[in-house]
């Protein structure tokens, strides 16, 4: 079954700290995986896409790394700060001509000065 | 603004109230879906339409109605809600073509209230 599974499901932390957000998946055959970042009362906005071949992708102080043999993302945040507070979804494309995209329940995370 | 608007922000309805969502994009897409986000679950696709026609209806009450009168513009018409429909609808758009590559640009959503 292809599956998204992200941790931890919330996650608070003090301005200034980074942090590190997990994603799991079973999809299969896999196109791409991406991290979307949520404000609260907005739709979700793309901070990286990385494909099969892709190790490591960085956009400012977002670091996403993807392990293709385990199955596995993470998004880590550099030196967090106030507006970082949001949910972060990780999204997986699967390869059909439909363009099927597997959304993860989110981590919320909320960063306090 | 992603390019994608939708309107309006907030509904609250009751459940014989017919109402409709509103979604327009500009980024000259011509595939637009709907979803729906409910507290700490995964966002669930609802319609695609591609070039105009509805390519994908995710097994949808039919008490939520969608119309694509052309590629810039998408409808969700509501009528008979149920208080479990409270959530957030998002819209988003894509080429049709190219999607998993360039990924789905959304809009803001509705949040929608059923009392």
């Known amino acids: 079954k292809n599956q998204v599974e992200q941790s931890p499901q919330s996650l608070i932390i003090l301005e200034g700290k980074n942090c590190t957000l997990q994603?799991?998946?079973?999809?299969?055959?896999?196109?791409?995986l991406r991290w979307y970042k949520q404000d609260t009362g907005r739709g979700p906005v793309s901070l990286t896409i990385?494909?099969?071949?892709?190790n490591t992708k960085s956009n400012g102080r977002y670091t996403a790394t993807l392990d293709a043999d385990t199955k596995q993302s993470s998004l880590h945040i550099t030196a967090s700060q106030l507006s970082d507070s949001a949910s972060y979804i990780c999204?997986?494309?699967?390869?059909?001509?439909?363009?099927?995209?597997?959304f993860g329940q989110g981590t919320t995370l909320q960063v306090k000065p | 603004e992603t390019g994608v608007t939708q309107t309006p922000r907030h509904l609250v309805m009751g459940m014989t109230n017919k109402k409709s969502l509103k979604c327009e994009q500009h980024?000259?897409?011509?595939?637009m879906y709907w979803y729906k986000q409910s507290a700490k679950k995964p966002l669930e696709l609802m319609f695609v339409?591609?070039?105009?026609?509805?390519?994908e209806n995710n097994s949808v009450p039919s008490r939520f109605s969608p119309e694509c009168p052309n590629s810039s513009h998408l409808f969700l018409h509501l009528h008979t809600l149920q208080p479990e429909d409270s959530a957030l609808y998002l819209c988003?758009?894509?080429?049709?073509?190219?999607?998993?590559?360039?990924?789905?640009?959304f809009g803001s959503g509705t949040r929608l209230t059923v009392v």
């Open positions: 988003a758009s894509s080429q049709a073509k190219g999607a998993i590559t360039h990924g789905y640009t």
């Open positions: 339409y591609n070039f105009k026609e509805q390519t």
């Open positions: 990385m494909t099969f071949s892709e």
């Open positions: 999204v997986v494309s699967r390869q059909s001509n439909t363009g099927k995209l597997i």
């Open positions: 980024l000259g897409h011509n595939a």
């Open positions: 994603c799991n998946y079973t999809v299969s055959p896999f196109s791409n």
